[in-house]
């Protein structure tokens, strides 16, 4: 078959020769592959499927592979490989679930050889066996693992995880029939591609998704694994159980881990989200990475070493539409930035200060740390080993501890505990939430609750809470013009009435009392046909809201119709009316304009009757009292950075709940998971677990809300014939016993249920502990040794 013209380079006898350089993509990337003799790298994502030549100044664009006029979703890659072995074979991992491989020895523009769709859903990771030509596995969205033979047209073994997702396949470099699978749930597996029917090893190896794992080129049994819960985890394979030799901590999720060439304590990491740049770490030195590659403006999508024995050029893509190479000497070194001072705070304000021996003079304040002042990293205390590039030096470390009464950190858990998230009107949720704030002494916190009340409460919902009872009412009428009908007798004229009727404004209330003249009505049919557009619209003040402060109008003409007679106080009045002095009519009309007057001074410029004359509230609005609270976003968004930057996610979290839509929308996708993600572990850390799980449930992020949702399947075996229960009851369908009869009383249990994972025995839980108090041995008599944590 015809090959393609490529860039030759002898690697056998020169050493790949470049220069730190990038290209421009005409879509963000999802992941690169790099081919076997280093001079081609395919980019593949959801809009772009690329090959590119590997020049000595340049990326030169090779080969497009998305062809046709309409390109089907097999074009839209999630994963794609380079096979190492065969110089013309790609597969991709299509979004639609379907597998795809691509010869690029075809004469033809459309390079696509097999498709198979026996997934369901997204394929996540795609793998060539790295010696076998035809042999590629799969990884899906549907928790399935499929092994292909290129030779067939369909799948020879399928391995079911019987778990979440498949998140990442590695064929092992140095056992010809092992591969790793990693998981949603957190766990790793091992297989044995020759039994598809069960697992060789699984071991938990993260808390949440495991999200990649690379195979150690050289030490046969390290394999690296990296997840959401921000670490990178070398396990030792070699012995009976999956062992933890090196762990390092990162600053966000792991995305994608590599190995370096020809350094064995070198890997590569790169973050999926918050996190844009690229870290190579040396595991004997966790905390702190050897280099750091800081091209990038967005999230880094997919990184790989561009030859198998040359450790100095790397090769990535991001969701910046950009392909970069870097030469490993234009990395920056953080350690060379690093102080050699250290300040950490420990979980209860304990604070620990590390510095270099000679600028610390000998305190006798200084409390001395359990087992020597001086602390030494693990590996100092190895031999000297001159390949090692780091510097030998030692400090002094100085633990200060707070006083215990302090509790500082019980207003955390506190307001974690007392602060109600859902379930009532907004207004309510705030007012509460403000009243827990101000308790704990933070009236900041509390003052912050109580604005955001005022801004997004709806006004027609503002007559109900709390303390500012008042003034809520007051804010939900327009403005009103007061003024007094002090020189006007208690007859009033037809004239003066329907000159007023007929004006824009409306006369809505006429507050009278007893003992007064009334106010006469003698043309009311004129009234209501020129002096009104339609139906009469009634406006009250603060204290004409409620029911029971309605006051009637009597009319003149009741005699002559005795049919709408109404009694002169239909309800009890609220407050015994006082015959106070009137004050001018203009500092009236000012004091309840005023944004500033508090609801009772309101309540009194209204009510208030003046030398036992009637005071008439026209409404006439000024302005519009309540802004659209599309208006206070902006400010809000400031403000939730501000208490994220302080390091308060907790009222970040909590305020970005309570408000919901109003103001999610503001905030981007990535900047709300990482705050919820930060308030989750600290919520663990405290072992607030109901709080937590409240708030993965309350969330709208699907990274987050998919938290409380793995884990969810528990698999049990038959304890009589050891086969997985295939059915939903307790009976096993295979021999057809209860699988819930206690080891120990030889009853059903009908009750709690506790069994051994490794046996599957069990029994009532009280019965089991006593058993297990004297003896290790199961009581079935199996000879397991179980164990009850």
């Given at each position: 078959m015809e090959k393609m013209s490529r860039v030759t380079t002898a690697l056998s006898s020169n050493t790949i020769s470049g220069r730190t350089m990038f290209c421009h993509l005409d879509a963000p990337a999802n992941a690169i592959s790099v081919c076997r003799d280093a001079t081609q790298v395919v980019v593949a994502g959801r809009n772009i499927f690329k090959i590119y030549g590997l020049e000595e100044e340049q990326f030169v664009e090779k080969l497009n592979l998305r062809v046709g006029r309409k390109p089907s979703l097999n074009f839209s890659c999630a994963d794609v490989m380079w096979h190492q072995m065969e110089e013309n074979l790609l597969a991709t991992a299509a979004t639609n679930g379907a597998v795809v491989t691509w010869n690029l020895g075809k004469p033809s523009r459309n390079k696509q050889d097999q498709l198979f769709t026996e997934h369901k859903r997204t394929v996540n990771k795609v793998c060539f066996h790295p010696t076998e030509v035809y042999m590629l596995l799969s990884g899906s969205q549907d928790g399935f693992m499929k092994c292909f033979d290129l030779r067939k047209k369909e799948s020879v073994s399928t391995f079911s995880g019987q778990s979440e997702s498949v998140r990442d396949v590695q064929f092992s470099m140095k056992d010809y029939f092992t591969f790793a699978a990693s998981f949603e749930n957190g766990n790793v597996q091992l297989w044995d591609i020759r039994r598809p029917d069960r697992y060789e090893r699984m071991f938990t190896a993260h808390t949440g998704p495991v999200f990649c794992c690379d195979w150690h080129p050289d030490d046969r049994g390290w394999l690296a694994t990296g997840g959401r819960d921000k670490m990178v985890k070398v396990w030792d394979m070699t012995t009976n159980r999956a062992k933890e030799i090196y762990c390092v901590q990162t600053i966000a999720s792991v995305a994608r881990v590599k190995w370096r060439p020809e350094r064995k304590f070198h890997l590569a990491t790169c973050s999926m989200m918050v996190d844009h740049n690229i870290y190579v770490w040396d595991i004997r030195r966790p905390f702190i990475p050897f280099a750091t590659f800081e091209e990038h403006k967005d999230v880094t999508t997919g990184i790989v070493w561009r030859h198998q024995h040359d450790p100095h050029f790397l090769l990535s893509g991001s969701k910046d539409s950009t392909l970069y190479q870097h030469m490993f000497k234009d990395a920056t070194r953080p350690v060379d930035k690093a102080n050699p001072e250290g300040l950490c705070f420990g979980l209860l304000g304990d604070l620990?200060?590390?510095?270099k021996e000679s600028l610390i003079s000998s305190d006798a304040n200084r409390k001395p740390y359990p087992g020597g002042d001086r602390r030494y990293p693990i590996f100092f205390f190895k031999k000297p080993d001159p390949t090692e590039q780091f510097a030998h030096v030692s400090s002094a470390l100085s633990v200060f501890e707070t006083d215990l009464d302090s509790n500082r950190m019980d207003w955390f858990v506190k307001t974690a505990q007392l602060y109600l998230l859902s379930g009532k009107p907004f207004a309510e949720l705030c007012d509460h939430n403000a009243k827990v704030a101000r308790e704990l002494k933070r009236p900041q916190v509390s003052t912050t609750w109580t604005m955001l009340r005022i801004m997004f409460s709806d006004p027609a919902n503002l007559t109900a809470q709390g303390p500012n009872h008042n003034l809520s009412k007051l804010g939900t009428?327009?403005?009103?013009?007061?003024?007094?009908?002090?020189?006007?007798?208690?007859?009033?004229?037809?004239?003066?009435?329907?000159?007023?009727?007929?004006?824009?404004?409306?006369?809505?209330?006429?507050?009278?009392?007893?003992?007064?003249?009334?106010?006469?009505?003698?043309?009311?049919?004129?009234?209501?046909?020129?002096?009104?557009?339609?139906?009469?619209?009634?406006?009250f003040g603060d204290a004409e809201l409620d029911?029971?402060?309605?006051?009637?109008?009597?009319?003149?003409?009741?005699?002559?119709?005795?049919?709408?007679?109404?009694?002169?106080?239909?309800?009890?009045?609220?407050?015994?009316?006082?015959?106070?002095?009137?004050?001018?009519?203009?500092?009236?009309?000012?004091?309840?304009?005023?944004?500033?007057?508090?609801?009772?001074?309101?309540?009194?410029?209204?009510?208030?009757?003046?030398?036992?004359?009637?005071?008439?509230?026209?409404?006439?609005?000024?302005?519009?009292?309540?802004?659209?609270?599309?208006?206070?976003?902006?400010?809000?968004?400031?403000?939730?950075?501000?208490?994220?930057?302080?390091?308060d996610v907790q009222m970040a979290v909590s305020v970005l709940i309570v408000l919901g839509d109003r103001i999610r929308k503001e905030i981007d996708d990535l900047t709300q998971e990482h705050w919820y993600m930060s308030y989750i572990d600290l919520l663990q850390r405290f072992e607030l677990w109901n709080v937590s799980n409240e708030v993965i449930k309350l969330s709208t992020c699907s990274a987050i809300t998919c938290l409380n949702q793995t884990s969810t399947t528990l698999h049990i075996n038959?304890?009589?014939?050891?086969?997985p229960m295939s059915n939903k009851g307790w009976i096993c369908d295979r021999c057809h016993q209860c699988a819930s009869v206690c080891a120990v009383c030889h009853h059903v249990v009908k009750g709690l249920f506790v069994w051994c994972q490794g046996c599957s025995h069990g029994g009532h839980l009280e019965h089991m502990m006593n058993w297990l108090k004297s003896s290790a041995h199961c009581p079935a008599g199996c000879g397991h040794l179980c164990e009850y944590t």
């Open positions: 620990a200060f590390a510095a009428l327009p403005l009103m013009n007061s003024f007094s009908m002090k020189e006007m007798g208690s007859g009033m004229g037809t004239e003066s009435r329907l000159e007023r009727s007929k004006g824009d404004s409306r006369q809505d209330n006429i507050h009278l009392e007893p003992g007064n003249s009334h106010i006469s009505n003698n043309n009311e049919e004129n009234e209501e046909t020129e002096g009104s557009d339609g139906q009469a619209e009634y406006m029911d029971d402060d309605l006051y009637s109008v009597e009319h003149d003409n009741q005699a002559e119709e005795q049919e709408y007679t109404l009694p002169q106080e239909a309800f009890q009045l609220r407050h015994e009316i006082m015959d106070n002095p009137s004050a001018p009519e203009h500092l009236q009309q000012d004091k309840a304009d005023s944004p500033h007057v508090s609801g009772n001074e309101a309540e009194v410029t209204c009510l208030t009757p003046i030398e036992s004359f009637s005071l008439i509230s026209i409404s006439q609005p000024l302005y519009s009292p309540h802004l659209p609270a599309s208006f206070f976003c902006p400010i809000v968004r400031e403000m939730l950075s501000y208490y994220a930057e302080q390091g038959c304890s009589n014939c050891k086969r």
